[in-house]
């Protein structure tokens, strides 16, 4: 009996000393800088930028994983800083604001409603593992709605996967960042063709 007493006191007394700190990392989706714009306004219009709706799956602070068709999982100790819906309409507030297309870019207007409305869809946000190989994988979707029309000016969906050339998080979330600055690329091309 005295043996089991030692034994069930030693591993409590190991479990207690362990001083092994569980850290949290966090990670951000960032606008990758573009320069202003010196020209005029493309448009004498102004763009209000809606909230950016991102699929509930995705759209928590953990960092979702999928490495099966239909099943993801989530990151407890690697989280996104900011969420997702907030950091993308950031991101897209500035860009567009920087690229001179319309004559005023802002999340809200409340003198009035604006000539443009621009929607966006987040339907992925997520890192895949296919054969031991680490993806950044965004499906997002873009939806300038003319206000004053009443219709869709201009649309553009992008599914992209970007293979990470190491398992990691952070090259997940740059990489990230760097497809929607290239879809945002071609958005402002399709406005401007407009």
Same mark, same amino acid.
């Given at each position: 009996m005295k043996k089991v007493i030692v034994v069930f006191l030693a591993l409590f007394l190991a479990g207690c000393g362990s001083n092994r700190v569980v850290v949290k990392n966090y990670y951000l989706i960032e606008p990758i800088m573009i320069e202003q714009s010196a020209s005029d306004p493309l448009s004498e219009g102004r763009c209000e930028i809606s909230d950016v709706d991102v699929a509930a799956p995705f759209a928590g602070r953990e960092i979702a994983i999928r490495d099966k068709s239909h099943s993801i999982k !989530?990151?407890?100790? %690697? +989280?996104?800083? @900011?969420?997702?819906?907030?950091?993308?309409?950031?991101?897209?507030?500035?860009?567009?604001?920087?690229?001179?297309?319309?004559?005023?870019?802002?999340?809200?207007?409340?003198?009035?409603?604006?000539?443009?409305?621009? !929607?966006?869809?987040? %339907? +992925?946000?997520? @890192?895949?593992?296919?054969?031991?190989?680490?993806?950044?994988?965004?499906?997002?979707?873009?939806?300038?709605?003319?206000?004053?029309g009443d219709s869709v000016a201009v649309a553009h969906k992008a599914n992209r996967e970007l293979r990470l050339p190491e398992k990691s998080l952070n090259l997940m979330a740059k990489s990230i960042s760097e497809i929607l600055a290239e879809e945002l690329n071609i958005l402002s091309s399709k406005i401007e063709q407009q």
């Open positions: !989530y990151y407890e100790n %690697h +989280q996104w800083a @900011v969420q997702a819906n907030q950091a993308i309409t950031a991101v897209i507030n500035d860009n567009l604001s920087a690229r001179n297309l319309f004559r005023q870019v802002g999340r809200r207007f409340w003198d009035g409603r604006p000539e443009y409305s621009l !929607y966006t869809n987040v %339907h +992925q946000l997520e @890192v895949i593992i296919k054969d031991k190989d680490f993806f950044a994988h965004l499906n997002i979707e873009f939806m300038l709605f003319d206000n004053k």
